[in-house]
């Protein structure tokens, strides 16, 4: 997963034959947008779903006319709840198209992105669903620095559980467990707390 701007957004969008326009990104802004609006600020982007009239919106589904496929693009942006704007058929000034507005960068995974463009997307079997995907917890970057990483989740498990697992005396392992877990309070001790448990008898990774 990572962070993802509405530039990245449309560029997906364009990989399953969707037109992406009104951005700066995307050829420019013509007029008729606020001037204050998320288009001027290359913020928002317009969909529009020009392919054959009579087309599937994913490999082997059933052929749709484009107006169903919009609305149902539309729908399916809104289900998501990822954009700050997210405007269709049914919305005054959208019948022809999709309007997605995001400002600044949002974690947005690729299974979410596939859902929102064909409204499918492959479950954990390898099985073809439509599911809405969710997003699962980040892992951490230099843009996220504040975010935990699912072997971060698993060290720390392994750590809390074994400092509570009823052992009746603290051997130095366990001492050196309830320490670890105290720095677990203090995001700024992070590096430190994986130093140690890199070195550390007590890793269960190093076992």
Do not use: C
């Not at 530039?7 to 802004?29: I, M, S, T, W």
């Not at 390898?126 to 599911?131: H, I, R």
């Not at 001492?175 to 140690?196: A, G, H, I, K, W």
Request: a neutral charge; glycine letters at 12%; zero cysteines.
């Amino acid at each position: 997963m990572a962070e993802r701007s509405i530039v990245d957004v449309g560029k997906y969008l364009q990989q399953y034959g969707l037109r992406v326009a009104e951005n700066p990104a995307f050829g420019g802004v013509g007029g008729g947008h606020s001037p204050t609006g998320y288009h001027p600020k290359g913020l928002a982007i317009d969909v529009t779903d020009w392919r054959p009239d009579m087309a599937p919106a994913y490999e082997g589904g059933p052929k749709l006319d484009w107006k169903t496929r919009t609305g149902n693009l539309s729908w399916r942006a809104k289900q998501l709840g990822l954009f700050n704007e997210a405007l269709g058929p049914g919305d005054p000034g959208h019948d022809t198209h999709v309007h997605l507005a995001l400002a600044g960068k949002k974690f947005i995974t690729d299974p979410q992105l596939r859902w929102l463009a064909t409204g499918r997307t492959v479950n954990e079997k390898g099985e073809l669903t439509d599911v809405m995907p969710t997003a699962s917890t980040p892992a951490i970057s230099s843009e996220n620095p504040g975010s935990v990483s699912n072997q971060q989740e698993q060290m720390m498990g392994y750590l809390i559980g074994s400092l509570f697992a009823g052992q009746q005396k603290e051997s130095p392992r366990t001492q050196l467990r309830r320490e670890l877990v105290q720095q677990l309070s203090q995001p700024s001790s992070t590096p430190d707390l994986f130093n140690t448990l890199l070195n550390s008898e007590s890793n269960p990774y190093l076992a």
